[in-house]
């Protein structure tokens, strides 16, 4: 599996070390489930990869149809204490900015966290950095902007998700900068846990769990507060929008991703290889590798709606609930599917049961005995689930799904080195600015990033990223 459709993919196929599935006839043999359910993405990488004959894999994450393509929750946040929120009588969020002064009363509310640490409003990490800080960017993914352009290599800039629009990480009046200020206010005010530069995302998940973040980036990460326990007593984090978000959605690609499912040309039985990557494209292997056999954590009820059996409850998504002898015993988490990458996107509809693969978005899951929390928040906000407030609201900005033969750029050997020497820059001083004594030293080392980036040659790698842009992407969208 390749991470990315880039260089190490095309220079794989190019030194012969990936299988042509259509060799002696394999693709028609032993894929009958991937020309079944994801024809254009065979067809996209026979066109972009293959020179319009060869097929070298297929892309991840197959989708269908229109609308936002995330399950019950999105990628992006923000998430809070809805507990906490609800005893401040839930304030009017209008703005990112407008978190902070929330933040800081629910911090006074909750100084200490379950095991007696402080707690913070915002917690960082540094570990998922590139050219620039991640989580500054992420700021932009909260407007309908993502990093890159959807096609080439992302290096400096981001594009919305379906206008021809795009900002450079350091414009003055974009995205990035407004993430790195917020940072510095919630430093500011004291809600900036201090630990953020030094930390990794592991370590964030514990404080999590623990109790300490009172806001959250990302739906998955904040997740692992809401235990049973914690949510029968009326705690735990959920969606807390602000008026003025416009979230991210990847939207559906019947074409596939940019992450690849590909088989080696030195593979001893090819055949027996493409039988299992085509199971996991079918209905049956989705639904098995995901969620484990029929009967033991979901089945079938007598109108044909799969539903979530009792041992389904203990056991998902990923418990180490133990497994019964006649199933094979072990546990369920040491069972289900744990390569990182997927096939059909599990928003899609199955076609016998007329429900999306996902169980999180069944109706008799949504329906299945509430939690308090989710009893409050459905209540509040009157809808069933995150992704449908943002829908309802037209608070959401969906990737439209575009095909193009180009294949993505290979960016030249003296431009990859600016950007390095750029992201360096850009990402020392992202967490100086963050951590600057007050308002005077912020702009000051604002300015000294700007310049230093511009004198190692930014405007120009913009540029390049703009026209390359500007030729692949824009045009089809």
Do not use: C
């Amino acid at each position: 599996m390749f991470g990315t459709n880039g260089k190490d993919y095309q220079d794989a196929i190019k030194a012969g070390l990936l299988l042509d599935w259509t060799q002696d006839g394999l693709l028609d043999k032993y894929g009958k489930g991937m020309l079944a359910n994801a024809p254009e993405a065979i067809e996209a990488n026979k066109k972009q990869f293959g020179g319009g004959s060869a097929v070298y894999g297929i892309g991840f994450d197959v989708g269908t149809g229109d609308g936002p393509s995330e399950g019950a929750t999105m990628t992006y946040g923000p998430n809070l204490r809805w507990d906490l929120y609800q005893k401040l009588g839930s304030p009017e969020i209008k703005t990112l900015n407008d978190y902070l002064p929330v933040l800081k009363q629910m911090q006074e509310l909750e100084p200490k966290s379950e095991s007696g640490r402080p707690t913070y409003g915002i917690s960082l990490w540094s570990d998922w950095d590139g050219n620039y800080m991640t989580l500054a960017k992420v700021v932009a993914q909260f407007y309908g902007f993502n990093e890159g352009d959807g096609l080439n290599p992302a290096g400096l800039i981001l594009t919305h998700q379906n206008k021809d629009e795009w900002q450079g990480v350091l414009d003055e009046d974009g995205h990035y900068l407004e993430g790195l200020k917020f940072y510095y206010d919630a430093n500011q005010m004291g809600l900036l846990d201090p630990d953020s530069l030094t930390q990794k995302y592991g370590d964030v998940s514990s404080k999590f769990q623990d109790g300490q973040i009172l806001f959250s980036h990302f739906p998955w990460v904040d997740n692992v507060y809401n235990t049973p326990e914690r949510t029968a007593a009326g705690k735990g984090l959920a969606l807390v929008p602000f008026s003025e978000e416009k979230i991210t959605s990847y939207g559906q690609s019947p074409y596939g991703g940019n992450r690849i499912w590909s088989i080696g040309s030195k593979a001893k039985d090819p055949a027996r290889v493409m039988e299992f990557v085509d199971w996991l494209f079918t209905p049956e292997g989705v639904m098995e590798s995901n969620y484990g056999p029929k009967g033991l954590a979901w089945d079938i009820d007598e109108n044909g709606k799969p539903f979530v059996t009792e041992y389904g409850w203990k056991a998902l998504p990923a418990n180490a609930e133990p497994v019964p002898a006649e199933y094979g015993g072990g546990t369920f988490k040491d069972g289900i599917n744990q390569i990182n990458n997927t096939t059909l996107k599990l928003t899609n509809i199955h076609p016998e049961t007329g429900e999306p693969y996902d169980y999180n978005i069944w109706n008799s899951t949504l329906n299945h005995d509430p939690d308090p929390v989710t009893k409050s928040w459905r209540e509040a906000m009157g809808v069933m689930t995150a992704k449908e407030y943002f829908v309802k609201n037209e608070m959401i900005e969906v990737s439209k799904p575009f095909f193009t033969t180009e294949t993505p750029a290979t960016m030249p050997a003296q431009m990859q080195q600016k950007i390095s020497g750029i992201g360096k820059i850009i990402k020392e001083y992202s967490w100086k600015m963050i951590y600057a004594k007050n308002e005077m030293e912020y702009n000051q080392l604002r300015e000294e990033m700007i310049a230093k980036a511009k004198g190692l040659g930014y405007d120009e790698v913009v540029q390049y990223e703009v026209d390359l842009a500007t030729k692949t992407v824009f045009p089809h969208r």
